[in-house]
């Protein structure tokens, strides 16, 4: 069984530039979460896909978008990028809704991609 | 707004004892709570989680307890391991929103020998 990898593992930008983080979910999982974890707090959730659509949005601006593929893999794009976007950003796959004996919130992580916006 | 919070950023016990994490929340909507265990370098990992019908679920060395009155939950640790150290994070949910999860900040746990 594959886990969930992500790329790149760290990548610097620099502001006002784009960037795009790759996820592969866990072999089976139809869903991608994707969260923000800033420095010192915990993950925040920014959107999650489903079935290649977007099911669900936290409280990020537009220039944060995403894509997920018909394998399940998905992307999330920064636009106009910030000082405050440097994070780690976190992929997570599950199954959905209970299906399959997933647990309600049990999501597997990725190690994450940690960029750094100059 | 943290509808998440874990007032203690870090936590250091000896090897044997045990470990008491707690966490708040302020969301009545939310109805599965969750613990996430993190190590450097690595992604979070789910360790023990807790539906709001329930007040308490043990797993092998952790427990989590839930006073939904007081909108508290706690993960116990007994007896506690070095391989224990890591961040550990409180996460909740409403199950009508799968998989977006609301994450406290975490509390850095450190076993000495």
């Known amino acids: 069984e594959t886990g969930v990898t992500q790329s790149p593992t760290h990548l610097i930008k620099t502001r006002g530039q784009q960037v795009t983080l790759r996820c592969s979910s866990q072999s089976g999982h139809n869903t991608v979460s994707w969260y923000q974890q800033a420095l010192g707090q915990g993950p925040q959730f920014i959107f999650q896909?489903?079935?290649?659509?977007?099911?669900g949005r936290g409280n990020f601006p537009p220039r944060f978008s995403g894509l997920q593929f018909p394998n399940y893999s998905s992307e999330l794009n920064v636009n106009a990028l910030e000082l405050d976007d440097s994070a780690l950003y976190l992929c997570?796959?599950?199954?959905?809704?209970?299906?399959?004996?997933?647990?309600?919130?049990?999501?597997?992580f990725g190690e994450g991609s940690r960029l750094t916006v100059l | 707004d943290q509808q998440v919070k874990q007032n203690s950023p870090s936590l250091s016990v000896q090897e044997g004892r045990i470990s008491i994490l707690n966490c708040d929340y302020t969301?009545?909507?939310?109805?599965?709570f969750l613990w996430y265990k993190k190590y450097p370098a690595e992604g979070p990992t789910f360790l023990i989680s807790?539906?709001?019908?329930?007040d308490k679920n043990e797993d092998g060395r952790f427990t989590v307890f839930l006073n939904k009155s007081a909108k508290h939950l706690s993960l116990h640790i007994v007896p506690s391991q070095p391989g224990d150290s890591a961040v550990y994070f409180c996460a909740a949910l409403r199950t009508d929103s799968w998989g977006k999860l609301q994450f406290g900040a975490g509390t850095q746990v450190v076993v000495t020998p």
């Open positions: 969301n009545s909507m939310f109805d599965y």
């Open positions: 807790i539906s709001s019908i329930k």
């Open positions: 997570a796959s599950s199954l959905a809704s209970g299906r399959g004996g997933n647990r309600a919130g049990e999501l597997f």
């Open positions: 896909y489903y079935r290649e659509e977007e099911n």
